[in-house]
């Protein structure tokens, strides 16, 4: 009696722990709903084939070393799709019911069980029952999925993404990513030589491999560059051979069908994260504002003497005060030429001098979307006649590229309107002679999309409205360069986060202060940060 009594108040006390954490307190109000990612497996399930089912599987833990691993980042595709934001799990999305237990489902979701030793140390898991009230899917624990049947004989498509690489085994949990890795591949009889990047190539040839043969073929020997092995593969060589419509035509035939395909899913989560909800488009504009700020806070800060690590934190001090949770990459801070170095990510220069620009390109990740802004500003407060020779063209190419944020625009307009700007540009302040050496000094793309991803999923076909991109043009004329020596050292990109909507565009990051007049304004008023000393350490 007195046994059960004690069960009973701690069964008691750890339902009680839970309602708590799930009433909602801790998580922010606008965050995705289960509604929202119920909607995103919905439409993409509508245009699974019949017959069909995609996997998806969490991303693996990284280790950093020891005993310490990395922040756990769930793989974006699943949580869009899920909402899960946890290791160790399987997404099954069925293109036809499947009879599972005598029931028929579409969805099934293989998670981590509750594990109180587990979650003393490392913190709550949803479980089985919590991710299913949570989700809002049909749950299962992931220790169930070696013994799931895959009816795969009725199956004519399994579609997945290219699996996870390197993954650890923790040989005393059963059901880690390495096992459930492992079961997968027994249920579909994978291929030892399984390559994600031939099924791809199968993918484009069949759907675009007539349409555009040119652009298919350049596309396939790139891959076999970084792929040696598919240089002998039949099918592919055979496309590449064939020279004439009749001959392509039959190569194109001659592509086998695949029923473990790892192009499909990957083209239908493009189509689907380039174009985002309202819902996301909220998230988007919170984590460019909170970035727009960062830059404000950091113009009004900002003194020579102060290291780029400094610089850096300020950044991410008004992330975390607006409740950011991550940055959503690592961020650049490079002063004078290391500015130059286009992901810069060391922040190691201890004392910026005045004279010098600093460039800095951080964004906010909250709940789950980053931003993506750069601006680059002098350190005493005034650009130089140089300096702001240069800023001015990136910012005359940059608005040239909004100006190409229009529903129906091929991808590339923006990048082709900033850089005509740029070459001309450089080619009148004498520092390259003809404008085919633009490349030199601009050698990045202007646009990306931006999402749950900084370098978010895209389809890279004409702009759609309701998608975010950045544009952001740059000049970097590192110590060395074949001109006058008194542009060395400067290294400038200005990015904004656009949102392309039917009306035109508008710019997510408008709060950060653009033109010269703008930054030079922000950067003489007085800082919060003015007064604050740290005690000096031995
Ligand atoms: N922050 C990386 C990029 O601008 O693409
Ligand atoms: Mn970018
Ligand atoms: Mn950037």
Not at 273 to 299: F, P
Not at 351 to 362: H, K, P, R, T, Y
Not at 487 to 510: A, F, P, Q, V, Y
Request: with cysteine.
């Amino acid at each position: 009696m007195a046994a059960f009594r004690l069960c009973a108040l701690l069964c008691w006390l750890s339902l009680t722990a839970v309602a708590t954490s799930h009433a909602g307190s801790e998580k922010p109000s606008d965050t995705l709903d289960k509604e929202f990612h119920r909607q995103r497996r919905e439409v993409l399930r509508q245009q699974l084939p019949p017959r069909s089912v995609a996997v998806l599987f969490a991303s693996p833990v990284r280790n950093r070393a020891n005993d310490v691993d990395y922040y756990y980042h769930p793989d974006p595709d699943f949580y869009y799709l899920t909402g899960y934001k946890e290791p160790n799990a399987v997404l099954l999305l069925f293109g036809s019911p499947q009879n599972v237990g005598g029931k028929q489902v579409q969805e099934l979701l293989f998670v981590q069980p509750n594990n109180p030793m587990h979650e003393l140390w490392n913190g709550k898991r949803l479980g089985v029952e919590g991710a299913a009230k949570e989700l809002g899917i049909a749950t299962l624990p992931n220790t169930d999925f070696s013994n799931f049947k895959l009816d795969t004989a009725n199956l004519q498509h399994i579609l997945i993404k290219e699996l996870p690489h390197d993954v650890r085994d923790d040989a005393a949990d059963e059901a880690d990513l390495y096992s459930l890795l492992g079961q997968f591949k027994t249920k579909v009889n994978y291929p030892a030589d399984f390559s994600a990047t031939r099924s791809m190539l199968y993918g484009i040839v069949r759907e675009h491999g007539l349409g555009q043969a040119e652009g298919v073929s350049v596309y396939i020997q790139e891959a076999m560059q970084q792929e040696p092995e598919l240089k002998r593969d039949k099918p592919l060589q055979g496309y590449l051979e064939a020279k004439d419509m009749r001959s392509r035509t039959k190569a194109v035939a001659a592509v086998p069908s695949q029923k473990l395909d790892a192009y499909t899913l990957d083209q239908l989560l493009d189509g689907m994260r380039e174009v985002k909800t309202e819902a996301e488009i909220n998230l988007l504009r919170k984590a460019a504002s909170m970035s727009a700020v960062g830059q404000i806070e950091v113009m009004k800060a900002m003194k020579p003497g102060m290291s780029e690590m400094e610089v850096q934190g300020i950044h991410e001090f008004v992330f975390k005060k607006y409740g950011a949770q991550h940055v959503g990459y690592p961020s650049i801070v490079g002063a004078g030429n290391n500015g130059c170095v286009l992901h810069y990510t060391s922040s190691a220069k201890p004392a910026i001098s005045g004279q010098e620009l600093v460039l800095m390109d951080v964004g906010a990740e909250y709940l789950g979307y980053t931003a993506d802004v750069t601006r680059t500003i002098p350190a005493n407060g005034k650009f130089t006649k140089e300096q702001r020779a240069i800023y001015e063209l990136v910012l005359k190419a940059q608005e040239a590229g909004f100006a190409q944020c229009k529903v129906g625009n091929a991808f590339n307009a923006p990048h082709q309107a900033a850089e005509a700007v740029i070459a001309d540009g450089l080619v009148k302040l004498g520092i390259i002679k003809k404008r085919e050496e633009v490349q030199r000094y601009f050698p990045h793309g202007t646009s990306h999309y931006l999402g749950l991803d900084v370098h978010d999923r895209g389809s890279f076909g004409p702009f759609q409205a309701n998608t975010v991109i950045t544009v952001e043009p740059g000049i970097y004329i590192p110590e060395g360069s074949p001109c006058d020596r008194k542009w060395w050292g400067i290294g400038m990109r200005i990015e904004d986060d656009i949102l392309i909507t039917e009306k035109g565009w508008e710019n997510l990051s408008k709060l950060a202060p653009r033109t010269v007049a703008e930054i030079e304004k922000t950067m003489a008023q007085p800082s919060a940060l003015d007064g604050f000393k740290l005690p000096q350490l031995n």
